[in-house]
Nanobody
Framework: QVQLVESGGGLVQPGGSLSVTCTKS????????WGWYRQAPGKQRELVAT???????NYADFVRGRFTISRDIAKNTMYLQMNSLKPEDTAVYYC?????????WGQGTQVTVSS
């Protein structure tokens, strides 16, 4: 079992920056894919960015060049730095980790981009 806790969401103006954090409850010895998904009202949950246990990153086209995913292995923490935010980035951002055939989700953190 892995618990994921997100933090750092909030309200930001268009063009601004925000960082969200996901901390997992324990070190994983198996390979994993750790990432962020988001879900806006009335829309399906969509992939934002992922980072693997080997450090390979992947981004959705709509955030590439604006968002950066990273991790601190020693702290069991993953970060999503979001720059040049747009109103359409408004959503609940969920942390996810897939490992050993299991999928774990955090509770989500709200990001609102509005003037």
């Amino acid at each position: 079992q892995v618990q994921l806790v997100e933090s750092g969401g909030g309200l930001v103006q268009p063009g601004g920056s925000l960082s969200v954090t996901c901390t997992k409850s324990r070190l994983l010895t198996s390979s994993y894919t750790w990432g962020w998904y988001r879900q806006a009202p009335g829309k399906q949950r969509e992939l934002v960015a992922t980072i693997t246990s080997s450090g390979r990153t992947n981004y959705a086209d709509f955030v590439r060049g604006r968002f950066t995913i990273s991790r601190d292995i020693a702290k069991n923490t993953m970060y999503l730095q979001m720059n040049s935010l747009k109103p359409e980035d408004t959503a609940v951002y969920y942390c996810n980790i897939a490992t050993s055939g299991y999928n774990y989700w955090g509770q989500g953190t709200q990001v609102t981009v509005s003037s």
